[in-house]
């Protein structure tokens, strides 16, 4: 039975969506399947289980339309101290966008890292509306999704998949639009101040 390494790069890892889709893909892979957070203290492990695996999923959340950092420096470390062999490699990256295209760049600069380093690059599955879709009756497009995902990495077939809410995109952000006011609103923030680039208020002027 292959076994299948699911590597959780999200900076949240613990209480993050990518953790929820790591377990979903570990019950879709019917064998064996090791689910591990990506943190520094755990290069080391996470390079021996790389060097053991038949197949390595990366599960992460688009950051500013790249790859959160703990995988950047994950990468690093990987390019500097490469394990003992490269199994293939599969990603699956979720945004809060409709459009899963926004996870293109994320997937090709995976792919280039695995071109560089000497990783086959097999399958990838580009999820948009992330972080809704599994509180909502589409949950079970996403579980699908993992399942086709599973399917074609046990089969080595190179494919991406892409699944989102089928919603206009009106209704999409009306609904986003409201969900983010209500959570500002818990914490003291009004709208206006989420619209702002400013994070933190500037010195006082002379």
Known sequence: MERLLILNASPRA???HSQIYARMLADAWKGSALCQEVRPACHSAI????????ALVLVFPLY???LPVPLLRLFKELEAC???RRPAVSVVVNCGFLEPFQNDIAVEMVRLFCRRNGYPFAAA??????????DTPFRFLAGRALRRLARAI?????????????LPKRVFL???TAYWTAYGRRFGVSPRQMASME???GPPSP
């Open 125 to 134: 599955l580009e999820i948009a509306s992330g972080e809704a879709i599994l």
């Open 174 to 176: 009306r609904a986003s």
């Open 64 to 66: 500013a339309d790249s």
């Open 47 to 54: 390079r021996q289980a790389i060097g053991e695996a038949d």
């Open 154 to 166: 046990r089969r080595g077939e190179h494919r991406v998949f892409r699944v989102t809410m089928p």
């Open 14 to 16: 613990p209480r993050s």
């Open 199 to 201: 994070i933190e208020p």
């Open 82 to 84: 490469p394990p003992c």
